[in-house]
């Protein structure tokens, strides 16, 4: 059973920065394509960004050149640093097995708000 702990978010003003972590636990991780996913208010959840467990990264259009994805396996944990960030950036961020591979359990997720 994996479980999935989501921390690093916060208010921040547009073009700020935000790093956020994914802790992982209960199986092997190294093995694991990770991704990052974000809901947005009145918003279906939608793809952010992820890695595979070779360290291949793959970014939604609208994040590629700000955020960038990555991963400590020795520490069971994901990361996404977010760089020039939006108001169009806020939403509970989520981590989990990347699209197209059988997804664990969610997490509560972070929240990430972009306000001035």
């Known amino acids: 059973q994996v479980q999935l702990v989501e921390s690093g978010g916060g208010l921040v003003q547009p073009g700020g920065s935000l790093r956020l972590s994914c802790a992982a636990s209960?199986?092997?991780?190294?093995?694991?394509?990770m991704a990052w996913y974000r809901q947005a208010p009145g918003k279906e959840r939608e793809f952010v960004a992820l890695i595979t467990s070779g360290g291949s990264t793959h970014y939604v259009d609208s994040v590629k050149g700000r955020f960038t994805i990555s991963r400590d396996n020795a520490k069971k944990t994901v990361y996404l640093q977010m760089n020039s960030l939006k108001p169009e950036d806020t939403a509970v961020y989520y981590c989990?097995?990347?699209?197209?591979?059988?997804?664990?359990?969610w997490g509560q997720g972070t929240q990430v708000t972009v306000s001035s």
């Open positions: 989990n097995a990347a699209p197209g591979r059988a997804p664990f359990a």
């Open positions: 209960g199986r092997i991780f190294g093995v694991d394509d």
